[in-house]
């Protein structure tokens, strides 16, 4: 049993399972549906050194956050601050300067992505900046 953080509560995880695309949780202690409910859509949190490793090339959204982001030319672009998805690729949410700016995370876009080093390069489309900047 592992414990995690859902929301701001500290809960015992007892089964995990696929149903779609979802992840579900049983939880110790959430044994009605109206529990359960009440913790729909919350965030849950897993201690990194407790987190399945990934294939290469796949990147937990928390490690993103934080990276420095660079064009080609080695020009900030701004820092990646969260997400956005809206069932099309996932959206990264730069802050340049003050400004939100959003970058598809696409492996044609996003083209050299280090977590380690808090470092994403990425090849803009032409536009990108000033469709952002409307």
């Known amino acids: 049993m592992r414990q995690v953080t859902v929301g701001s ?23 009605s549906i109206s529990d359960a409910e009440k913790l729909a859509g919350a965030e849950v949190s897993i201690p990194k050194g ?12 928390t ?11 080695g020009k900030v672009v701004g820092t990646v601050e969260g997400w956005q998805e809206y069932g099309g690729p996932a ?3 730069v802050n340049a300067n003050g400004r939100e700016v959003l970058i598809p995370f696409a492996k044609s876009i996003c083209i050299e992505i280090d977590p380690g080093q808090k470092r994403i390069v990425v090849d803009l489309p032409e536009g990108l900046r000033e469709l952002n900047a409307e």
Request: proline residues 2%.
């Open 91 to 93: 959206l990264l949410e």
């Open 50 to 61: 407790e987190r399945a490793d990934l294939p290469d090339g796949e990147y937990f959204q």
């Open 9 to 31: 509560r500290s809960l015992e995880v007892e089964n995990v399972w696929r149903h779609g695309d979802r992840v579900i949780f049983k939880f110790r202690g959430v044994d």
């Open 63 to 73: 490690d993103l956050i934080g990276c420095t982001v660079f064009d080609r030319d």
